[in-house]
């Protein structure tokens, strides 16, 4: 969180002194346009960063140049994230045994910095790394199969939560991260992106704290809940009796989780176009 903290200050800085700079070239103007790529997720059920399970993203990209090194941009996004402890080398989280998918919605804006002179039209800076900060809120409301059928996990108040104490299914994130922009004609150009979130919550996948009291889930809840709450199983080399009991580790909230998009995107250019230069 603190190297977060100081990305986005170190671009706040960067973004100062561009405003300031009088020999930054003016090219004011709006671009959008769209993008596709692959959503993850890495948290509870994800600890080792495991990439071998993409899932779709896809969304709307807002940008408004204020200049050939700044930009304010806008997106509107969509992913599905999940993970399984099945694919950990971890044996405690093999031996846990839980699994989670849940779709995101996503709306962000971030202040974006260009490493050199952007000018739609130019013949020789038409391309630049750039990165970003800023921040997004997101929807998501994880699920798990159990039995052939798929159930809302939130609902479930799977670690204890009281009926109308369950945690939100919005919250927001810092978000940061950098890519590589090319014009593919005078209009026209694509993005090449990688954009992670910090979240502000540690439930994306539903898994956080500590197992419940069983009797108390059952009561409340029903045994579906139970189920969902602990599916434990014993592997060598994890003690099965200690699996699922009230109080013991579920999760790790001392660490919120985190969504990556990889995106691939295209966008037209709707502001004034300059003569083409050498």
């Known amino acids: 969180m603190k190297l977060i903290g100081n990305l986005i200050f170190g671009a706040g800085m960067v973004l100062c002194l561009f405003f300031t700079a009088p020999k930054a070239f003016a090219q004011r103007g709006w671009e959008l346009g769209g993008w596709l790529g692959t959503a993850y997720y890495f948290g509870d059920l994800n600890t080792s ?4 399970t993409p899932n779709l993203g896809g969304g709307l990209i807002g940008r408004f140049n204020f200049n050939s090194r700044v930009c304010l941009k806008m997106g509107a996004n969509y992913g599905v994230v999940s993970a399984s402890d099945a694919n950990s080398k971890n044996p405690f989280e093999r031996a846990r045994n839980l699994s989670f998918q849940s779709q995101i919605y996503d709306g962000s804006m971030q202040i974006e910095i260009n490493f050199l002179n952007y000018v739609h039209g130019s ?18 409301n994880p699920t798990a199969e159990l039995n052939g059928q798929r159930y809302f996990l939130r609902e479930m108040g799977t670690e204890g939560q ?4 369950e945690y939100y299914s919005i919250s927001g994130a810092f978000v940061y991260g950098g890519g590589l922009k090319f014009d593919i004609s005078r209009t026209w150009s694509i993005n090449l992106e990688a954009t992670a979130r910090a979240a502000f919550t540690d439930y994306i996948d539903d898994v956080s704290t500590v197992y419940p009291d069983k009797k108390d889930l059952l009561r409340t809840r029903g045994p579906v809940a139970v189920s ?16 699922g009991r009230k109080g013991t580790q579920r999760g790790n909230s001392n660490n919120r989780d985190n969504l990556v998009f990889l995106q691939i995107g295209i966008v ?4 004034n176009l300059n003569c083409p230069r050498p």
């Open 49 to 52: 960063y495991y990439l071998g």
């Open 123 to 140: 013949r020789s800076e038409f391309f630049t790394p750039y990165l970003f900060g800023g921040f997004s809120a997101f929807s998501y």
């Open 162 to 165: 009281f009926q109308g104490d």
């Open 228 to 243: 969902l709450s602990d599916r434990s199983i014993p592997i060598d080399g994890v003690d099965g009796s200690q699996l």
């Open 268 to 271: 037209r250019y709707f502001g």
